[in-house]
């Protein structure tokens, strides 16, 4: 692909119903996006189902090669596809945002195709020889949220693609133009129909996660549309692997440095300006560094610049949509309505275009406050006093969402007693929110089941089958 307008032009349907996607930062249009209906979806999951078996047959090898050709094709059109993720999603190019994504996904695919995984030999004693093996599941169905678009498809296709399946991947309507573009060059070295973008609503995604030719549904987004996909999932017995919402806590132990944690804090709280499921989004510290800790986050937020993703200088950008705009202003303003401290922000200026909200540190506020007990997913953090750690991991235990955690400390065997004691489904020590492509990653609690990333992601992507002679 040689430039973002031809890359976008790639896109763009001849025919058919389109939408016209709004920059969040600007408010002005990005692109078309076709609006694709359950028919199309019948066409793709056909493709996908006729393309499905050559493509198992090739084994592994060859189709970890052909995954590493697309880590390259994303590498070579890398600063396109950045570009458009940033008008389309509102993230800037630069800091941990569209760069850093598009980044994320040559990674991600690249594991996926060297990760070995061999049949295990279970008993060999003689008489008895035990293999576990995993075969393809068939047409896997992924659909995915506005947040990190294009990362999260390739967490949900790339194992899928390497143990043998075909993928049909319905993306948010938020953020649909990211996904048909990564789709776009990821095909410059897939088989044809392998791999289809379904750009269409919620009807799409019902049908898609209740369609008796899918074998398993990779869905990451709120905890309420998973529940809908087990119910759509039931009649067919689907495999289901749910990343959901999360209300992650992080606890500050009193042995640690304000001063080293702030920015570690920060980028925890507010990488993607909070839209992430697994940001840091209630922060317990102990009252006898209380006021530092708050006193150094907001002298490290403070400096963040934001703005149009596109201005090289911005860290931090819009809201994707309206909708999350409100929901964060609306907890914001409940917050300081019932008595807490507003150390930075909670003021968005009504003129500005876009949906802008500033970075936000909320101090002196209590655990059961809608701020901290509900997720917000945004760039506001609030932080709650704590004398005790046992109360500390009592109130960060009391949600029934646990995706991660983290527990800042300057003393490594005293943080990993506390992380053991949190529910949640990866705990961090002095970080937040740092995946891995290495490292499982999945939910404790209703933040979903099954696990994505490293061996334990491939297994999933595959149905087990024992062998036993
Ligand atoms: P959402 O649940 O509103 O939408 C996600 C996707 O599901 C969209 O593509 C949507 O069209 C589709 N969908 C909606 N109704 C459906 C139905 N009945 N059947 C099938 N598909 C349907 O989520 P969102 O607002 O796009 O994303 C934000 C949420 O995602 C937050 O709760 C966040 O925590 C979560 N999230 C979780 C992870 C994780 O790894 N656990 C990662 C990112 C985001």
Known sequence: METYDALLASITPDTGETRTILDPATGEPVGEAPVHSVEDLEAAIAAAAAAQPAWAALGHDARSAALLKAADAVERSAEELARL????????????????????CAAWLRVAAGTPLEAEVVVDDGETRAELHYRPIGVVGAIGPWNWPMMITVWQIAPALRMGNAVVVKPSEYTPLSVLALAKVLNEELPEGLLTVVSGGRDVG?????????????????????????????????????????????????????????EGLFWGAFINTGQTCAALKRL??????????????????????????????????????????????????AARNSGARIL?????????????????????????????????????????RYSDVDEAVTMANALDVGLG????????????????????????????????PRVPFGGAKQSGYGLEFGVEGLKALGVPQVING
């Open 284 to 333: 317990y510290v102990h009252d006898s560094l209380y006021e530092a800790v708050c006193e150094e986050l907001t002298s490290v937020a403070a400096a963040m610049p934001m703005g149009n993703g596109l201005d090289e200088n911005n860290v931090l950008g819009p809201l994707q949509n309206r909708q999350q705009y409100e929901i964060v202003a609306r907890l914001v303003d």
């Open 405 to 436: 955690a983290s527990v800042w400390s300057s003393d490594p065997a005293r943080a990993r007693e506390i992380a053991a004691r949190l529910e949640a489904g990866t705990v961090w020590i002095n970080k937040h929110g740092a995946v891995d």
């Open 85 to 104: 993720l940033s008008r389309e999603q509102g993230k800037p190019l630069n800091g941990p945002n569209a760069r850093f994504e598009v980044g994320a």
């Open 344 to 384: 930075l922000g909670g003021n968005p200026d009504p003129d500005q275009p876009g949906h802008f909200y500033p970075a936000t540190l909320v101090a002196e506020i209590d655990n059961n406050n809608p701020l901290v007990a509900e997720e917000q997913f945004g760039p506001a953090l609030p932080i709650i």
């Open 206 to 262: 019902a049908r898609l996660a209740g369609h008796p030719a899918i074998g398993k549904v990779m869905f990451t987004g709120s905890t309420a549309t998973g529940k809908a996909i087990i119910r759509s999932s039931s009649d067919t017995v689907k495999r289901l692997t749910l990343e959901l919402g999360g209300n992650d806590a992080g606890i500050v132990l009193p042995d640690a440095d304000p001063k080293a944690i702030a």
